[in-house]
């Protein structure tokens, strides 16, 4: 199965996360849908879980070591002056609210991260070195 993570990232080494009401802290990520190509379930993916549309623009590669018996996608997605926090009501799982905000990739992730968002991290910051 493969997932797709669409990054925002802020020029202060910032990515973008949020917290799930049931599923602790997060980035966003989604599954490939049939038909769709890697950058365009990114952008929607994007757009379902935060309210915004943005291009995918940079392909950060791929990890089958995320999480077992999926192969995750990472894309970059283009720069954008979004707000610091935000709540955004997601459709996923019968509909939950996203409590969005920025998490330093500088620092190890808290522990509110599952460690699939850890490893993912891992191979983040590996692919923007």
């Known amino acids: 199965m493969d997932k797709v993570c669409p990054l925002v990232l802020r020029s202060d080494g910032r990515i973008l996360a949020f917290r799930h009401p049931m599923a602790g802290l ?5 599954t490939l849908e049939e038909e769709e190509t890697t950058p365009e379930t990114a952008m929607r993916e994007l757009y379902e879980e935060t309210g915004f549309v943005l291009a995918a623009v940079h392909y950060l590669g791929e ?5 077992d018996g999926e ?9 954008a002056d979004l707000p610091e926090t935000w709540d955004h009501a ?14 330093s990739l500088n620092d190890p992730l808290p522990a509110a991260f599952a460690p699939a968002f850890q490893r993912a991290a891992t191979h983040i910051r590996a692919a923007l070195a």
């Open 90 to 103: 997601c459709a996923d799982d019968g509909g939950h609210v996203f409590s969005f905000f920025w998490q």
């Open 26 to 30: 997060q980035f966003v990520k989604g």
């Open 63 to 67: 990890s089958d070591a995320i999480v």
């Open 71 to 79: 192969t995750w996608h990472f894309w970059l997605m283009q720069d």
